[in-house]
Nanobody
C-alpha cells in the first residue's frame, strides 16, 4: 500500500491550501485516515482524523479552520486548510489504517509528507 500526498506549498497568512492523499496498492478496506504534522524542532502531532463513516476529530488549534474529508471511491483523504497562520508551517503527513485482504489484520501506512509554509 502506498500513500501519495500532494498540495503543499507557500501561502500567505490568512490564505488557504488543500492537501490530498491517495492510497493505492493492495487494498481491501480503509478504516481511519488522518493528517499529522511536524514542525521544525517539534514532535509530530495529530491534526485531524476521519473514520470510514465520516466521523471526524481535530486538533484544538485547527478547529474551525481545517476540514478533513474523504472520498472512499477514490481511496483519498483531503485536508482543506483555511485562515492559515505561520504556526501551521510544518511537514504534513497523511496516514491510513488499511486492511489489505479480507481476513487479514490492519496496518498503518504513511505518506511521504508535503511541506506547508505560511509566511508573508
Amino acid at each position: 500500500v502506498q500513500l501519495q500526498a500532494s498540495g503543499g506549498g507557500l501561502v500567505q497568512p490568512g490564505g488557504s491550501l488543500r492537501l490530498s492523499c491517495a492510497a493505492s496498492g493492495s487494498i481491501f478496506r480503509i478504516y481511519a485516515m488522518g493528517w499529522y504534522r511536524q514542525a521544525p524542532g517539534k514532535q509530530r502531532e495529530l491534526v485531524a482524523t476521519i473514520t470510514s463513516v465520516g466521523n471526524t476529530n481535530y486538533l484544538d488549534s485547527v478547529k474551525g479552520r481545517f476540514t478533513i474529508s474523504r472520498d472512499n471511491a477514490k481511496n483519498t483523504v483531503y485536508l482543506q486548510m483555511n485562515s492559515l497562520k505561520p504556526e501551521d508551517t510544518a511537514v504534513y503527513y497523511c496516514s491510513a489504517n488499511v486492511q489489505s485482504h479480507s481476513g487479514w489484520s490492519r496496518d498503518d501506512y504513511w505518506g511521504q509528507g508535503t511541506l506547508v509554509t505560511v509566511s508573508s
